[in-house]
């Protein structure tokens, strides 16, 4: 196998050798508010679960030219954020919202995707999302000798999802029926593809 020392690489060769290899990740649709009142809509791949109890997740924003991203910085102010499943129904428009514009011009405007409003916080969600979270700021983590990204872990306070996928007796979601797509690298996503079981040893 080849050893890669990361140290005499660039950060793009790193980044390239990650996000071509730690596949597929799941991609977070966030939706946030700005203090002026613009909502804001990006999708992030460094996305996963931290914990359910209490429900939390995680999402880091990389920065661009060592600023915080709008994402993030609004993140900072409202503490409030909302996050949606990716599928095939809503991927083209998604990946619309990965546009570079300018702070407070809002990723919606390119899209046909439809605001609703959220039942705990003041950041809407997306209306075509088979499944969103309103979430809190728990916690913003950033390391000083690293000054690249804006980790969040952020609380959950409500689940939306639609209820033709959700057993809600058995508390199952069915995979196949919510379409999600995750990221590879550079342009490349991937759809749900064969399901199969392994039971956990005892």
């Known amino acids: 196998m080849l050893s890669i020392n990361p140290n005499e690489r660039t950060e793009r060769e790193n980044y390239k050798l990650m996000t071509g290899a730690i596949i597929p990740r799941p991609i977070a649709f966030v939706t946030t508010k700005s203090s002026e009142g613009i909502v804001n809509a990006a999708p992030f791949s460094y996305f996963n679960i931290v914990s359910a109890n209490p429900p939390l997740i995680s999402i880091s924003v990389q920065r661009k030219d060592g600023q915080p991203k709008d994402t993030a910085r609004n993140i900072y102010a409202t503490k409030q954020l909302v996050v949606h499943l990716t599928s095939e129904q809503n991927v083209d428009m998604v990946n619309e919202t990965a546009a570079s514009l300018a702070y407070n011009d809002s990723e919606l405007a390119r899209t046909n995707l439809t605001e609703v409003a959220s039942e705990v916080i003041d950041v809407p969600g997306i209306l075509e999302a088979p499944f969103r979270m309103e979430c809190t700021l728990e916690k913003a983590v950033t390391l000083d000798e690293y000054p690249t990204f804006d980790l969040f872990i952020v609380k959950v306070e409500r689940f939306h999802i639609e209820e033709a996928y959700y057993d809600?007796?058995?508390?199952?979601?069915?995979?196949?029926?919510?379409q999600a797509v995750s990221r590879l690298a550079g342009n490349h996503y991937a759809k749900l593809g064969d399901i199969f079981t392994r039971a956990r040893p005892k």
């Open 168 to 178: 809600v007796e058995k508390g199952y979601v069915d995979e196949y029926g919510l």
